[in-house]
């Protein structure tokens, strides 16, 4: 199984700030590789899809990059309403693992 | 516009089976792929697996080979995730989540509201 590394598990950062999360992946996954938000008792929003695809909808200050095994997701100027747990999620290979999660707060 | 309703909360003893149902709305629904995803409490995302509505093809998480069964019934556009075998660290939310793509694996573009299943004695 791939294994998808997230870092940091959790990160305090205020209001204006760029906000940068990492994941590695054990392996190449070719891009496929997605972001998502999750607020406490919500399901998970797509963010990011094949490592730097903003989903329709989704605000500009969200952006994803990398390949092969290292992957960035970058908030440009944290928002209030950013405030949540952050995914990073694999489907190059069976199971489509996620890594263990950025939970943001506000400084 | 796409939504995902699934059934509601469920309670089971240790042991027992449940059966989630995931209902499709506003696409075709043959056309798309259906994963389920849990989420023990406070704990992180665990993708289960995945059945292609289009021919039924399921791949499952090694670690539940065996206790869950995904299917579909195209002919009411719902999707389901069966577990038995009920044990108490099943005790999560359980999500659907439609792939972004047509005929393939691919992103979770929508997601259902998610299913409390509780397993205790």
Redesign the interface.
């Given at each position: 199984?791939i294994q998808m590394t997230q870092s940091p598990s959790s990160l305090s950062a205020s209001v204006g700030d760029r906000v940068t999360i990492t994941c590695q992946a054990s392996q190449d996954i070719n891009n496929y590789l997605?972001w998502?938000q999750?607020k406490p008792g919500k399901?998970?929003?797509?963010l990011i899809?094949?490592a730097s695809n903003l989903?329709t909808g989704v605000p500009s200050r969200f952006s994803g990059s990398g390949s092969g095994t290292d992957f960035t997701f970058t908030i440009s100027s944290l928002q209030p309403e950013d405030i949540a747990t952050y995914?990073c999620?694999q489907?190059d290979n069976?199971?489509?693992?996620?890594?263990?999660?950025t939970k943001l707060e506000i400084k | 516009q796409v939504q995902l309703v699934q059934s509601g909360t469920e309670v089971k003893k240790p042991g027992a089976s449940v059966k989630v149902s995931c209902k499709a709305s506003g696409y075709t629904f043959l056309s798309y792929g259906i994963s389920w995803v849990r989420q023990a409490p406070g704990q992180g995302l665990e993708w289960m697996g995945r059945i292609s509505a289009y021919n039924g093809n399921t791949n499952y998480a090694q670690k539940l080979r065996g206790r869950v069964t995904m299917t579909t019934d195209a002919s009411t556009n719902t999707a389901y995730m069966e577990l038995r075998s009920l044990r108490s660290d099943d005790t999560a939310v359980y999500y659907c989540a439609r792939d972004g793509r047509p005929y393939s694996n691919s992103w979770h573009d929508y997601w259902g509201q998610g299913t409390l299943v509780t397993v205790s004695s």
């Open positions: 199984d997605n998502y999750q399901a998970p929003k797509l899809y094949d989903e995914y999620q489907y069976l199971p489509y693992s996620f890594g263990q999660g | -």
